[in-house]
């Protein structure tokens, strides 16, 4: 399983010369599986370069969606397979029952928006209606669970050759009202995952004026991948306003946090261009996994 990080950034895109190391382009995620298969996760501007690199491929692709926040569609006109003639290319919205982010995906190509219309575009376009269903016939394993945001969304958990990927973004771990999922439902959920890819917008010095606005503290999240055990904890969807300074002591500061916990939890800040490549040794006398990354 191959993981690759195109946009890390949340709320909008913040290119510039704070930005340069981490990168400034919204929420995009590619998974690609053992099996062949194409998972991307939320079309924010990132899903540009992916979809330059992927044009000069046929394959299938399946795009997840969080949710239909701008900057989690914004980059979807600019995604060069829907531009192929009969480019297959599956969409899975965020929201079951609800079609309002697969609504805001395809309405701004309207021509007013945007001067191409999304029924113009020459790819195969299809949605999926009986979301988990379809996900049930797949050669991988994917659990879904609600996030705590406005508006609501997907967490995804995909499980491939006894490797796991967590990918949970806009959620908040302790939102002030009821939340769609508790503390100990996460703990639950990302329980021993190999990577777990987390929202890790604020700071406490953003509080408590953001708190409800449905993004995560960073110091939640790293006690989130110590209760739930997991190998690896990849920081994501950074504040538009964190430069690359800021990101570099968060890093530090976070590897103190672990190493006070005697925790091993290998713990990275979201990259544009970070992948990681995920493997079960093939020692059968061995049960971890082996994670290489650049």
């Not at 540009?48 to 692709?61: A, K, N, S, V």
């Not at 299809?126 to 996030?147: A, F, G």
């Not at 800021?246 to 992948?275: C, V």
């Amino acid at each position: 399983m191959l993981v690759t990080f195109y946009g890390v950034r949340g709320s909008i895109a913040a290119p510039g010369p704070a930005t340069v190391k981490y990168g400034g382009n919204t929420s995009c995620v590619h998974v690609r599986l053992n099996s062949g298969e194409n998972l991307i996760f939320d079309a924010g501007t990132g899903i540009r370069r992916l979809g330059q690199e992927m044009i000069g491929h046929d394959e299938p692709l399946l795009l997840l969606l969080s949710h239909g926040h701008w900057d989690h569609i914004q980059g979807y006109p600019f995604f060069g397979p829907i531009y192929q003639q009969d480019r297959e290319i599956i969409v899975l919205q965020g929201v079951e029952g609800n079609a309002s982010a697969l609504k805001a995906l395809l309405e701004q190509m309207d021509g007013s928006n945007f001067p191409v219309h999304s029924t113009d575009l020459p790819s195969r376009i299809s949605t999926i209606n009986e979301v988990e269903q379809h996900l049930s016939r797949q050669p991988y394993s994917t659990q879904r669970k609600d996030l705590n945001h406005p508006g609501g969304g997907h967490a995804y958990r995909i499980e491939e050759d006894g490797v796991t990927v967590a990918y949970i973004t806009d959620n908040e771990l302790d939102p002030p009202d009821k939340p769609h999922t508790t503390y100990d439902e996460w703990v639950e959920y990302c329980q021993g995952v190999d990577l777990l890819i987390h929202d890790a917008q604020y700071i406490e010095q953003d509080m408590p004026d953001k708190h409800g606005w449905g993004h995560s503290m960073i110091s939640q999240v790293r006690q989130l991948a110590v209760d739930a055990e997991v190998k690896h904890l990849v920081m994501y969807h950074h504040d538009p306003d964190r430069t690359d300074a800021e990101l570099d002591e968060i890093a530090i500061e976070s590897a103190r946090f672990f190493k006070s916990k005697n925790s091993r939890i290998g713990s990275h800040i979201a990259a544009e261009g970070l992948t990681f490549d995920l493997m079960v040794r093939k020692d059968p006398r061995v049960s971890t996994v082996d994670l290489t990354f650049s």
